[in-house]
């Protein structure tokens, strides 16, 4: 492979899905070439970004009083079928353990599709009076789903690799209802720091998670215009809790439900993120999460080779007090450093010869916007800090104005079939299920959720009866 196509990608417009494989692998985040299908090797590049997305969510979530545990992955099938009356054809979607060596067993096991009935058939033992509630833990493990739809590297797959859970059991139903306030509240900050655009929207009751009263979810726009859901935030009330028979007894000695939520995200977010960010040169990523902030870059000139060097190497010393920094004093040609570390999404790159040797004032590029700067060495650290930020904030409003010009806001049905292969469209709607219904039908894509009470007090008619519209309904293609 010559130096150019190792770092060449289709143009994100033209073909997003082979820009995505591309520059999975180019960047190397993912090894797609495992031989199980919809499973992949996760590179050492991939998962230090990840792990950096997971951090965020981490500090969220103890900064909200959930606490961290782990359950086992394998599940005996009588206590996992208590949660197939909830989800039809759930059942075949499940990768089940028959055999124990060379003997079959008595009861299958399965890998964890879901952490429901896992959990709760422990937590009956934890909970027993209203002392022991509110309760919220989360955990982050692999689950494990049969996916029959064609699958896609982090975005359809059957083993997610970092399914980050929070579920949470409370008194009463009041206090779950302020729960999911607070989870909804958690992943509009983790993604507010991820710089990914989304809208909020509560599903319709006939889309609603089953076996639960209602749910959130945030959704964001792909490049392809598709609709991605990037994380859920679920009201059980006390119906999965009848399910598995998780009471406790409250002040008066009665036993009561418990009243349940739970809340996830996955590799998804990251996925937003590489998509949203992404241009044809390769990542480009949040100085937050980027695993490398800085690469220095040696532009080497005859005969000056060793203070070049010596030059880059106090530089070096000086910017990884702070910054994750990589010195690049590789034979390669500077061009072909520079298409690599573009490729990773490195935000600033210092590039350092012998005019900036002499000058003592140092060549900075931006991942971001591309432009180039020159900054006084004795000010690098100042003009650093103020550069990172000035990159996430222009980080920030370019992913506004991408959610934008794929949004589109239909003043009637015609405007919506109009708009709706290319975009998401929102529409007026009074919250009626035959009005929701009858768009669907003349549509021929699901409402993917709507802005409660978003509408309100605005004077605006639902497009299809033309009465008040409570809320901004979403509709479109979605992965
Ligand atoms: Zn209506």
């Known amino acids: 492979?010559?130096?150019?196509?190792?770092?060449?990608?289709?143009?994100?417009?033209?073909?997003?899905?082979?820009?995505?494989?591309?520059?999975?692998?180019?960047?190397?985040?993912?090894?797609?070439?495992?031989?199980?299908?919809?499973?992949?090797?996760?590179?050492?590049?991939?998962?230090?970004?990840?792990?950096?997305?997971?951090?965020?969510?981490?500090?969220?979530?103890?900064?909200?009083?959930?606490?961290?545990?782990?359950?086992?992955?394998?599940?005996?099938?009588?206590?996992?079928?208590?949660?197939?009356?909830?989800?039809?054809?759930?059942?075949?979607?499940?990768?089940?353990?028959?055999?124990?060596?060379?003997?079959?067993?008595?009861?299958?096991?399965?890998?964890?599709?879901?952490?429901?009935?896992?959990?709760?058939?422990?937590?009956?033992?934890?909970?027993?009076?209203?002392?022991?509630?509110?309760?919220r833990i989360y955990q982050v493990v692999s689950v494990y789903r049969y996916e029959t739809k064609a699958t896609r590297p982090m975005l359809r797959v059957r083993e997610i690799v970092f399914f980050k859970e929070g579920h949470t059991f409370h008194a009463s139903y009041e206090d779950a209802v302020k729960q999911v306030e607070l989870g909804v509240d958690i992943y509009k900050r983790f993604y507010d720091e991820l710089l990914v655009p989304y809208v909020v929207v509560k599903t319709t009751p006939w889309d609603t998670f089953p076996g639960a009263r209602y749910n959130y979810d945030l959704l964001t726009i792909m490049p392809d215009g598709k609709a991605l859901e990037l994380g859920s935030v679920i009201n059980f009330g006390d119906l999965f809790a009848k399910t598995y028979g998780l009471e406790y007894m409250d002040e008066n000695g009665q036993k009561k439900p418990v009243n349940t939520t739970s809340f996830g995200i996955s590799e998804r977010s990251l996925a937003a993120l590489i998509a949203i960010h992404g241009d044809d040169r390769g990542l480009r990523l949040?100085?937050?999460?980027?695993?490398?902030?800085?690469?220095?870059?040696?532009?080497?000139?005859?005969?000056?080779?060793?203070?070049?060097?010596?030059?880059?190497?106090?530089?070096?010393?000086k910017v990884r007090i702070k910054y994750r920094t990589v010195?690049?004093?590789?034979?390669?040609?500077?061009?072909?450093?520079?298409?690599?570390?573009?490729?990773?999404?490195?935000?600033?790159?210092?590039?350092?010869?012998?005019?900036?040797?002499?000058?003592?004032?140092?060549?900075?590029?931006?991942?971001?916007?591309?432009?180039r700067i020159r900054i006084a060495e004795d000010k690098l650290e100042e003009e650093l800090d103020v550069l990172f930020h000035d990159i996430e904030e222009n980080m920030r409003s370019m992913a506004r104005e991408y959610f934008l010009e794929r949004t589109y806001n239909a003043k009637s049905i015609d405007e919506i079939k109009g708009n709706v292969e290319t975009k998401l469209v929102s529409f007026a709607w009074c919250g009626l299920?035959?009005?929701?219904?009858?768009?669907?039908?003349?549509?021929?894509?699901?409402?993917?959720?709507?802005?409660?009470?978003?509408l309100i007090g605005s004077g605006e008619k639902c497009i299809v009866c033309g009465s008040e519209a409570k809320h901004r309904a979403w509709i479109g293609r979605s992965y």
Request: proline share 6%; aromatic share 12%; hydrophobic share 35%.
């Open 433 to 454: 299920e035959e009005c929701g219904h009858e768009i669907e039908e003349e549509v021929g894509y699901g409402i993917l959720g709507y802005e409660e009470d978003a």
């Open 286 to 317: 949040p100085p937050k999460l980027a695993p490398i902030q800085v690469v220095i870059v040696p532009i080497p000139t005859k005969g000056y080779e060793e203070e070049i060097d010596r030059y880059c190497k106090e530089i070096f010393s």
């Open 1 to 135: 492979m010559s130096e150019r196509e190792a770092f060449e990608l289709t143009p994100k417009e033209e073909n997003f899905s082979r820009w995505f494989d591309e520059v999975l692998f180019k960047a190397e985040i993912l090894d797609e070439r495992y031989p199980v299908k919809g499973m992949y090797v996760w590179l050492p590049f991939g998962y230090e970004l990840m792990e950096n997305v997971m951090n965020i969510m981490d500090r969220l979530m103890r900064e909200t009083g959930h606490k961290r545990v782990y359950f086992p992955a394998i599940v005996p099938e009588s206590v996992l079928s208590r949660e197939f009356r909830f989800i039809k054809g759930f059942e075949d979607s499940i990768y089940w353990i028959t055999r124990l060596g060379r003997r079959d067993l008595q009861e299958k096991l399965a890998l964890r599709p879901t952490s429901e009935a896992i959990m709760y058939e422990v937590l009956n033992r934890w909970i027993n009076s209203y002392k022991d509630l509110p309760l």
């Open 327 to 371: 010195l690049d004093d590789t034979e390669d040609r500077p061009g072909y450093k520079f298409y690599k570390w573009e490729m990773k999404g490195v935000p600033v790159r210092i590039e350092i010869g012998r005019k900036e040797l002499e000058e003592r004032e140092l060549t900075i590029s931006r991942r971001d916007t591309s432009e």
